[in-house]
């Protein structure tokens, strides 16, 4: 009887020990790295949108990179486009990434890394539409109006060409395409790339050819920053270098 106590208990002393060595085998918890928060307007796709509850994307695919290649973990703070630059301003966020074109009065306000893409604003227009070019947009007497996201490029140089009047902006692309439909504007400026994926996602709508302007997309940092700049931009250049970013844009870019 006491062999048989012993022999057990010698078991259960092997178990425990063999059940500690898979326990010591796992992986350890990683260790807690800072967070790098992006500020952006996830209605912007193929730069940023949601399949289902996450935010995808050329951008968010490149700023994950980024903050890991700096040894970060990457959050993201889906915003208004308009209130980006204030969180950069204010460090709500440290830095703003939302397909955001370099601009000269933006850069008052903050400081753009190198650019890592670039854009084009695009005229849609239902199938069928009148104008069929940029110029019956702002031809003389023409009174067509004009949907934009609020606080874009596109907006700006609208309301700069056509006057306030003309334009109507909603708080991100998919209102003024729904906007579209419902025939209460006659076209929408937005940048190319998500011009394509709207047109793609809403039937009977289609792209002008001829593009209204050229722009170059940047990451925002709060004025000063130097510090958390130079980081992105040597992120930029090595990412941009061993392919990374190349292949982030081809898996959303056909
Ligand atoms: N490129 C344009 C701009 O900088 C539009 C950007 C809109 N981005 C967005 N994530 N909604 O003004």
């Given at each position: 009887m006491k062999k048989i106590l012993s022999f057990a208990l010698a078991a259960i002393m092997l178990l425990s020990v063999a059940l500690l060595c898979v326990s010591c085998t796992e992986p350890e918890i990683e260790e807690e790295k800072p967070i790098l928060k992006m500020g952006t307007n996830a209605y912007f796709k193929p730069y940023e949108y949601y399949d289902g509850e996450k935010i995808v994307g050329i951008d968010a695919e490149i700023a994950a990179a980024i903050a890991d290649y700096l040894g970060y973990k990457l959050e993201i703070v889906d915003m208004e486009f308009d209130s980006i630059i204030t969180a950069v301003k204010g460090g709500e966020v440290d830095f703003g990434m939302a397909g955001m074109t370099i601009t000269p009065d933006r850069l008052l306000e903050v400081d753009f890394s190198s650019s890592y893409a670039t854009g084009v604003q695009s005229i849609i227009v239902p199938?069928?539409?009148?104008?069929?070019?940029?110029d019956d947009l702002f031809a003389e007497g023409a009174t067509y109006k004009v949907g934009v996201q609020l606080g874009t490029t596109g907006d700006i140089y609208a309301t700069e060409d056509?006057?306030?009047?003309?334009v109507t902006a909603y708080p991100n692309a998919n209102n003024a395409v729904i906007a579209l439909k419902n025939k209460d504007i006659d076209c929408v400026i937005i940048d190319n790339e998500p011009a394509k994926a709207l047109v793609k996602d809403n039937e009977g709508l289609q792209i002008l050819d001829t593009a209204y302007a050229n722009e170059s997309y940047a990451i925002c940092v709060k004025k000063g920053n130097t510090e958390l700049l130079d980081k992105i931009n040597e992120a930029i250049v090595a990412l941009t270098k061993d392919g990374t970013i190349k292949t982030i844009v081809g898996k959303y870019i056909k």
């Open positions: 199938a069928g539409s009148p104008i069929k070019t940029a056509l006057g306030a009047d003309r």
